[in-house]
């Protein structure tokens, strides 16, 4: 990781009762939270959360889980505050933010953080992989998201690069971004 644009703001670490709750609460409210990521140094770097995502659940055609519970997608029907992560296109982890009660699978796709846009570039650079597959943001050492008090201004639009989900899904106001 190159480094932390914002090393000096800190907050209080998300309790579980913030993910446990429908996703179209939990992705928005992520917007101008703190993702505090460990590097490979042991440094923690913090990043404001500036773009998300949301994933409702079996219904959802845009919704991995739409598909049914599969090993892929078993810690989508955990309760909120685990880490689904999932290889797109043979080069990117997207990272997701379990949302919502347990036998109901929801996520928030982090779309961009301070310095970065765009989720592939994003984990990249976090170093985010398959070893964070299932990683409970509660308790774990070396990822997990605070409040700082920061409440930006943000916009909604539709979802990015899901078209096979049909006009319905695809154009649901459910992507969250500040500018």
């Known amino acids: ?4 644009p914002i090393d000096i703001i800190s907050g ?3 309790k579980r009762d913030f993910y446990v709750r429908d996703v179209l609460f939990v992705a928005p409210e992520l917007i101008g939270k703190i993702l505090v990521v460990r590097n490979d140094s042991g440094l923690f770097c913090r990043y404001i959360i500036t773009e998300t995502e949301a994933y409702r659940g079996d219904g959802d055609e845009a919704c991995h889980a739409s598909r049914g519970r599969t090993a892929r997608t078993e810690v989508m029907y955990h309760e909120g505050g685990k880490i689904y992560v999932y290889f797109v296109y043979g080069m ?4 997701n933010f379990v949302a919502g009660e347990r036998d109901n699978p929801q996520a928030a796709l982090i779309r961009g953080i301070s310095g970065f846009k765009g989720p592939g570039k994003l984990t990249r650079e976090l170093k985010i992989d398959k070893s964070y597959y299932g990683e409970d943001m509660i308790t774990s050492e070396r990822i997990w998201v605070e409040d700082a008090g920061l409440r930006p201004d943000f916009k909604t639009g539709p979802r990015i690069g899901i078209n096979y989900a049909g006009e319905v899904w695809k154009n649901k106001p459910w992507r969250f971004f500040t500018g």
């Open 1 to 4: 990781m190159t480094g932390s």
């Open 12 to 14: 209080e670490r998300l």
């Open 92 to 95: 990117y982890w997207m990272l």
